[in-house]
């Protein structure tokens, strides 16, 4: 029976951390109007970014109007320009989808002519798998060009790090 217990628990947390750990679509904004020029500064999709965390098999949803506007995914020299000529790759079907396949940084900027020389852009940092599980992430460097600067917060990965170990350390010390 002890040996039944020990794995019955051993699984349990197993199936608990693939739970807390698993990819989410991210709605862009946090609403369906976000993908639009923002009215101020604070408005901006890069506040936005700031205080969201972003991991590796995450995507990044965006709604909007595909007749009027499109977005583009471009390298870090083009978002500082806004140079559209060139992207990385181009959606305009009003409901787009894009996966975070790595850690690092990534650039997004309206297709519609001026908008991004506007504001409308987005750049987000995908967190290394390295600082997947922790609820603190370090001051990051000065960026070289105005983005998302990855402050610390209080999350809920990192709330679900807390009761992880929380519950390691009760489930270990019943045997």
């Given at each position: 029976?002890?040996?039944?217990?020990?794995?019955?628990?051993?699984?349990?947390?197993?199936?608990?951390?693939?739970?807390?750990?698993?990819?989410?679509?991210?709605?862009?904004?946090?609403?369906?109007?976000?993908?639009?020029?923002?009215s101020s500064e604070s408005d901006s999709l890069n506040?936005?970014?700031?205080?969201?965390?972003?991991?590796?098999?995450?995507?990044?949803?965006?709604?909007?109007?595909?007749?009027?506007?499109?977005?583009?995914?471009?390298?870090?020299?083009?978002?500082?320009?806004?140079?559209t000529s060139n992207s990385i790759a181009e959606y305009?079907?009003?409901?787009?989808?894009?996966?975070?396949?790595?850690?690092?940084?990534?650039?997004?900027?309206?297709?519609?002519?001026?908008?991004?020389?506007?504001?409308?852009?987005?750049?987000?940092?995908?967190?290394?798998?390295?600082?997947?599980?922790?609820?603190?992430?370090?001051?990051?460097?000065?960026?070289?060009?105005?983005?998302?600067?990855?402050?610390?917060?209080?999350?809920?990965?990192?709330?679900?790090?807390?009761f992880l170990v929380t519950l390691g350390v009760v489930?270990?010390?019943?045997?």
């Open positions: 029976m002890d040996i039944f217990s020990r794995r019955l628990t051993s699984s349990f947390l197993f199936f608990l951390f693939l739970s807390f750990t698993e990819a989410k679509e991210i709605l862009v904004g946090g609403k369906t109007d976000a993908w639009k020029i923002p506040r936005w970014a700031e205080k969201s965390r972003f991991r590796i098999g995450d995507s990044l949803v965006w709604k909007y109007d595909g007749g009027k506007d499109s977005v583009l995914q471009v390298t870090k020299e083009a978002y500082a320009g806004c140079n305009k079907d009003g409901n787009t989808k894009v996966k975070l396949d790595r850690s690092g940084p990534f650039y997004f900027i309206s297709g519609a002519k001026g908008h991004c020389e506007q504001g409308q852009k987005l750049h987000v940092v995908v967190l290394s798998q390295k600082h997947r599980y922790t609820g603190i992430s370090p001051a990051p460097s000065p960026a070289e060009i105005e983005g998302p600067a990855i402050a610390p917060t209080s999350s809920a990965a990192g709330l679900k790090a807390g489930v270990l010390g019943l045997f």
